[in-house]
C-alpha cells in the first residue's frame, strides 16, 4: 500500500508491504511542487490495484459482504492479522455458490 503524509510544509511517501515499510525522505512542498503533484494525483487516479487492493476480492452491498471469484461467497471473518508487518492473514469463513 502506498502512502502520502503532509506534514507542515513537508510531504514525504511510504510504501508498506509484507516485508516492511519504507519512506521517503522528507520533501518540501512549495520548492518541489511539480514532484508533490504528481505524487497526490498519481495517488488520486491511480487502479485500486497498482494502490494494493487485491483484484482478486469485490466488495458488495456496501462492503458488509465480500465476493472471492465466482465459487464462494464469504460469509464472515474469523480472524483477521491487525500487524502493518506480516502476511496479511485474513481467515474467512464462506460457502460454495452451489451451496446458498
Not at 490495484?49 to 482478486?56: E, I, N, R, S, V
Request: proline share 1%; glycine share 10%; hydrophobic share 40%.
Amino acid at each position: 500500500m502506498i502512502t502520502m503524509a503532509i506534514c507542515g510544509t513537508k510531504f514525504y511517501v511510504s510504501l508498506f508491504d509484507r516485508a516492511g515499510v519504507c519512506h521517503s525522505q522528507g520533501l518540501h512542498i512549495n520548492d518541489d511542487a511539480e514532484k508533490f503533484l504528481h505524487v497526490l494525483v498519481g495517488l488520486t487516479f491511480a487502479s485500486r490495484t497498482w494502490l494494493g487492493y487485491d483484484p482478486m476480492i469485490s466488495h458488495l452491498n456496501g462492503g458488509r459482504e465480500v465476493l472471492v471469484t465466482t465459487d464462494y461467497k464469504i460469509q464472515g471473518t474469523i480472524f483477521r492479522s491487525e500487524a502493518l508487518r506480516g502476511r496479511a492473514t485474513i481467515c474467512w469463513h464462506g460457502t460454495h455458490n452451489s451451496e446458498a
